[in-house]
């Protein structure tokens, strides 16, 4: 089988750290299978943007790796600029935060430029291609002007919004136009996948051709949805570690018979944070009953720092959860634990099992993938219940979570009401259906079926 190559912003961890997510995970897997290069930034900035060295996994895995620097203005314009400060609010339908600074969009265009031109000598005849992420929608269509012929796939991590948002994006056309020199173009749900295939036919002229297919200029692109998954099994056995049942214990300890809300988020105002925290007020305001009963942990660590829209929100969050706490609490019972520190996998699993409810409100999310390890981590005797906004791609394959609109603080209160009362058989029977779904739509499973669908391209 053809060598697998991955193409993300951040390469590696090659080993299991403790941190790493599923996609790592997955993607290791599925570079150990064929071999497999994992190419992409280093992390680090430095003057020349320096071609890192080709590492080689150890052992039997047939792995290499290899990075590239950033210069300063790459940094700034590229990572810092076009995908935080432009791509990422205009995908989460948030054109009032964008910034678009002609600079970036240049900076953006020459780093896919920079970044193709160092792959395209590692490349050998066979390899197949996977790109991920808003970092590089240009990236195929940098690599086919340096005619590489192989097979080029993308999955995009995030949503895809809908033609008329995107259209507020300057030169939207042409990025898009860039996307079309894929292969095959992968997204969350099903939802992203139809408001990209719009946009193509609506602006740039494609056809489209049994349901997920668009014909343009001579070729045929395939755009359809590939859920992500978690290693639901592997998350699941983190949860019964000891590190993982040391946090169980220590937060039950403290619970003393009240229940906890659980919410895991990277600060971010794609998350719906402030939302959660108001509708969590409004749940102790509309529901007196659960004042001294119920709290909130909220785990947020930092990201994106030095963007002053997420400074804003975390001052929102210090704001809101001061109020809330000054409000309501009591001598032995304070209602939101907000920490902006971060744990490792396994404590999490721990601080999952010990919540009966997680409180998941993004106002949009690509998929969101702490819905999918709530589950995996409950005890499958006496499990938890998840609140998740429809806003998240995870409510497409997840009907029998609760369904809430973030927006609205009385909706979000009434259905955490209904969670933190709800029957055991009901909570057991809804946490089943959503178990076995995510144990079997794993992120092996969707590795694989994203690189079928690739490699069936290729043969074509
Ligand atoms: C993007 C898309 C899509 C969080 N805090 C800690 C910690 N985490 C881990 C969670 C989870 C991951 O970070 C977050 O994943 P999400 O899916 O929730 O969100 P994004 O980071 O925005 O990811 C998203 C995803 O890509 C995959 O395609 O689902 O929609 O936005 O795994 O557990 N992990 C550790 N300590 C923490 O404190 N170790």
Redesign the pocket.
């Known amino acids: 089988m053809s060598r697998l190559v991955v193409v993300s912003n951040r390469v590696g961890p090659l080993k299991d750290t ?2 790493a ?3 790592a995970v997955a993607l290791v897997d599925a570079l150990t299978e064929t071999g497999g290069l994992w190419f992409g930034w280093s992390g680090d900035v430095s003057e020349e943007g320096t071609f890192g060295n080709l590492k080689q996994g150890g052992g039997t895995r047939k792995v290499a790796m290899a990075t590239v620097d950033m210069t300063q203005a790459d940094y700034d314009e590229f990572y810092a600029g076009y995908a935080n400060r432009t791509l990422w609010p205009v995908l989460h339908y948030r054109l009032d935060l964008a910034d678009f600074d002609r600079r970036f969009e240049e900076g953006y265009r020459r780093v896919n430029e920079r970044f193709a031109t160092r792959l395209r000598p590692l490349l050998q005849a066979d390899d197949i291609i996977w790109v991920h ?1 808003y970092h590089f929608l240009g990236f195929a269509a940098e690599l086919r002007a340096m005619e590489v012929g192989n097979p080029i796939g993308f999955f995009l ?2 949503p895809f919004p809908a033609p008329e948002v995107l259209a507020g994006l300057p030169n939207a056309e042409r990025l898009v136009r860039r996307m079309l020199a894929y292969d095959v173009v992968g997204f ?1 749900t099903r939802r992203d996948a139809a408001n990209f295939r719009r946009f193509a036919v609506e602006e740039l002229g494609a056809v489209e051709r049994d349901g997920d297919k668009l014909d343009i200029a001579g070729g045929t692109v395939v755009a359809r949805a590939f859920p ?1 998954g ?1 290693d639901a099994a592997g998350f699941a056995r983190q949860a019964t570690t000891p590190e993982a049942r040391r946090n169980t214990a220590r937060t039950e300890k403290l619970l003393v018979g009240r229940q906890q809300i659980i919410g ?3 600060i ?1 105002y ?2 719906g944070l402030p939302e959660r925290f108001r509708a969590f007020g409004r749940l102790l305001e509309d529901y007196p009953e659960n004042r001294g009963k119920v709290s909130l942990m909220q ?3 930092p990201s994106r720092a030095e963007l002053d829209a997420y400074a804003e929100i975390r001052r929102e969050l210090e704001e809101l959860s001061g109020n809330i706490n000054g409000r309501f609490a009591d001598l032995d019972w304070t209602p939101i634990r907000y920490m902006t ?5 396994r ?2 699993a721990g601080l999952y099992r010990a919540s009966r409810v997680a409180l998941v409100t ?1 106002l949009r ?6 819905a999918k ?1 709530y589950v995996a981590a409950q005890r499958a005797e006496d499990p938890g219940v998840v609140v998740l906004s429809r806003f ?3 409510a497409e394959g997840m009907p029998e979570a609760l369904i809430v609109n973030p927006h609205s603080a009385e909706g979000v209160a009434s259905s955490l009401q209904t969670a933190l009362n709800m029957p055991l058989d009901e909570r057991r029977s809804r946490w089943q259906a959503i178990f076995d779904r995510i144990c079997q739509n794993d992120a092996a499973a969707w590795a694989t079926s994203f690189l079928e669908t690739l490699r069936g391209r290729a043969t074509n």
């Open positions: 403790g941190r997510g599923g996609l992420d991590h995030i969350q992500i978690i895991v988020d990277r971010d794609s998350k785990v947020a660590p520190r971060s744990f490792t996998r404590a999490l993004p999310d690509g998929m969101n993938l702490v390890e998240a791609g995870a």
